[in-house]
């Protein structure tokens, strides 16, 4: 993929893609080397365990998140943080109504193919 996002993008006006039950997700930015996404959880939405070959951080920006990384897990709220390595199993419970913040590197260009980006 060699193709990049516009400079200055609105929220009101990207895509949201239902990405599992419960959730659903913005690409916010991107190039072939980052992309950023907004995800939308419902209380109970589950990120299924899986991993991927991208390094990953995200950010939660409201709501509580149980969150499992390489057979850890912790209650993360508001303003936490963490950092997945590549080829690392993690995974996320939604425990109240949430957004999280999530950028990856390289991009994630499965997410393009998957659906309406």
């Not at 193709?3 to 190039?31: C, N, P, T, W, Y």
């Not at 057979?71 to 709220?77: P, Y």
């Not at 080829?87 to 193919?113: K, M, Q």
Request: hydrophobic content about 40%.
């Amino acid at each position: 993929m060699s193709s990049a996002s516009e400079a200055f993008l609105s929220g009101s006006e990207i895509a949201k893609e239902k990405v599992a039950e419960g959730m659903v997700r913005q690409i916010m930015g991107h190039d072939d080397s980052i992309l950023m996404a907004r995800v939308e959880f419902d209380k109970g939405a589950v990120g299924e365990i899986h991993a991927h070959p991208h390094a990953q951080v995200a950010y939660v920006a409201s709501g509580k998140f149980e969150v499992f990384i390489d057979g850890k897990k912790k209650i993360l709220g508001p303003g936490d943080g963490f950092y997945i390595e590549p080829n690392t199993d993690h995974g996320a419970v939604c425990l109240e109504p949430g957004v999280l913040i999530d950028v990856f590197s390289p991009t994630r260009e499965d997410f393009f193919e998957a659906g309406g980006y």
